[in-house]
């Protein structure tokens, strides 16, 4: 009997050891910023190539987990461009206002080495995609860079175990190259003169109030002006949004938003922006269609710009991403 037990037990725990989460062996390659960073996903997870249209044009990188409702979306910075005091403090302060918890300590925290940086990684109560979620927040610092990592979990009985891999994947995150700034220039929609410049920074279609389809535009407003502040609705008054030769109408986020930045970018535009400071802000508009858009800015105040195309990403496109 105790043989036949033992056996069973040891078939139990290889068994169990074999349906065990890990790594992948492969690693996974993605640029930000001009640095080169690979990072081993879950075993179950994938790689996927529509995390700017399902999440922000800023994403460099994405994945999803093919046994459950979770998704990975990366985002970077250069180093240098941070503010590394008390970053992780900063940080948790500024969840707590955009996550609306009503105590920093209400947020988990972790502070740990990863080699000879800093990590730090935050869980929050939220939803993606329509769907209540745990995100795993981490910010991973390099040589160069600082990379953000936003493992949204889904809710079920594999989250526990689930948060142990997710926390293996942020920590194998590694900086392999650093090609410099000039390597991740692009050609960037930047209208400006001697006083302000507006820079879009992403494009992304989201869903609007009673399901209309609406193209959110990300941007940075830079008040070039040194001791004169300016409002920060400035995009919205200067440039101009027409599709097929018709000026399109500012649309309102759906109430179950997953993309919780957006009300907060779009308050941020009633703020003043002061001398050489800038602020970011989004505008949202309702599609008639999934074609083009373009940008019209004024010209009196923007005495050389041209109108820009904008691509709108159509169904097709967005299934054959997936």
């Known amino acids: 009997m105790h043989k036949k037990n033992i056996g069973l037990v040891v078939l139990l725990l290889i068994f169990i050891s074999g349906c065990s989460a890990k790594l992948s062996d492969k690693k996974e390659v993605f640029d930000g910023k001009g640095i080169e960073y690979t990072i081993q996903l879950p075993s179950t997870w994938e790689k996927t190539l529509d995390y700017k249209v ?15 409702n979770s998704t990975l979306i990366v985002m970077s910075e250069r180093k240098e461009s941070i503010e590394l005091a008390d970053f992780g403090k900063k940080i948790r302060n500024e969840l707590k206002k955009q996550y609306n ?25 939220t939803t993606f995609d329509k769907r209540e ?8 610092e390099t040589a ?13 009985g594999e989250y526990k175990k689930r948060a142990e891999i997710i926390d293996e994947s942020a920590r194998s995150v590694k ?9 991740d220039e692009e050609e960037n929609v930047v209208f400006q003169n001697d006083d302000l410049s507006l820079t879009l920074t992403g494009v992304m279609n989201v869903t609007g109030a009673a399901d209309k389809k609406l193209l959110a535009l990300r941007y940075t407003v830079t008040n070039k002006k040194k001791n004169q502040s300016i409002t920060a609705d400035k995009w919205d008054t200067l440039i101009q949004v027409t599709q097929n030769g018709k000026i399109l109408v500012q649309g309102e986020l759906a109430k179950d938003n997953s993309i919780l930045d957006i009300p907060k970018l779009i308050e941020q535009k009633s703020k003043a922006v002061d001398g050489g400071s800038s602020i970011e802000g989004v505008s949202l508009y309702e599609l008639k269609d999934d074609s083009d858009i373009l940008l019209i800015p004024d010209k009196d105040i923007f005495k050389n710009a041209t109108d820009v195309p904008i691509v709108v990403l159509n169904e097709a496109e967005k299934e054959e991403e997936k």
């Open 101 to 125: 918890y009503k105590k920093e300590s209400d947020i988990f925290m972790k502070e740990f080495k990863v080699g000879k940086y800093k990590g730090y990684k935050y869980t929050l109560d």
């Open 144 to 156: 160069n860079g600082m990379v953000q990592l936003n493992y949204y979990s889904a809710k079920d």
């Open 54 to 68: 399902t999440y922000s044009n800023e994403a460099i990188f994405g994945a999803k987990d093919t046994k459950s």
């Open 133 to 140: 979620s745990w995100l795993h927040l981490y910010y991973i």
């Open 175 to 183: 900086e392999v190259k650093d090609k410099g700034t000039d390597a």
